[in-house]
């Protein structure tokens, strides 16, 4: 974890936009990248869920995440709400069910969720039920997440700063560059 932090203090350091806010907070940070990057690099399926407010930010990740000018792995990323329209309908208990089971048919060698919005909307249902989700969750302080402020003027910002962190960690990781177990 020590190799991590360094990498991701030095990455932050020479990021030349007002990225020093995250210097603070690379301690909560850190576990919760280092668990996505570790699922990421078994092979599992990341399926990017948000609240309304965030979709923008959903499409931006799934658009540029395989940009074929990174010369690394496509990476399995995608927005549920695509492959399930009905994704934001669900209410129920037995409708989350009912998706996480086609969901486990459908990506056998397993899935995890990228959360980011409100910590009070409905998706959160899907998305807190597995400790191993990644969640950037606004306006609530939530175990295992990553928190954020909805009335920050500078929320639009941060979240492509963090995008930007992640996919260098994901890229470092891939390249050999960063070694997560050390």
């Not at 609240?51 to 927005?79: A, I, M």
């Not at 899935?111 to 998706?123: M, N, Q, S, T």
Request: aromatic share 14%; proline share 4%.
């Amino acid at each position: 974890m020590q190799q991590l932090l360094k990498w991701t203090l030095d990455t932050i350091r020479e990021e030349e936009s007002c990225f020093s806010w995250m210097e603070e907070y690379r301690y909560e940070w850190a576990p919760l990248v280092k668990s996505a990057v570790a699922q990421v690099i078994e092979g599992k399926t990341i399926l990017i869920v948000t609240d309304e407010s965030r979709e923008w930010f959903g499409k931006y990740v799934v658009s540029t995440v395989n940009d074929l000018l990174k010369h690394r792995p496509l990476l399995p990323f995608y927005q549920l709400a695509e492959n399930f329209p009905q994704l934001h309908s669900m209410q129920a208990s037995s409708e989350i069910q009912l998706l996480e089971d086609m969901l486990d048919i459908s990506y056998p060698n397993g899935y995890f969720i990228w959360y980011i919005g409100r910590g009070d909307h409905p998706l959160t249902k899907l998305s807190y039920r597995n400790q191993d989700n990644f969640l950037w969750v606004l306006d609530e302080e939530v175990q295992n997440s990553f928190s954020l402020r909805s009335s920050d003027p500078l929320l639009d910002i941060k979240l492509l700063q963090l995008y930007k962190l992640f996919d260098s960690t994901l890229s470092a990781v891939l390249f050999g560059d960063l070694d997560l177990e050390s």
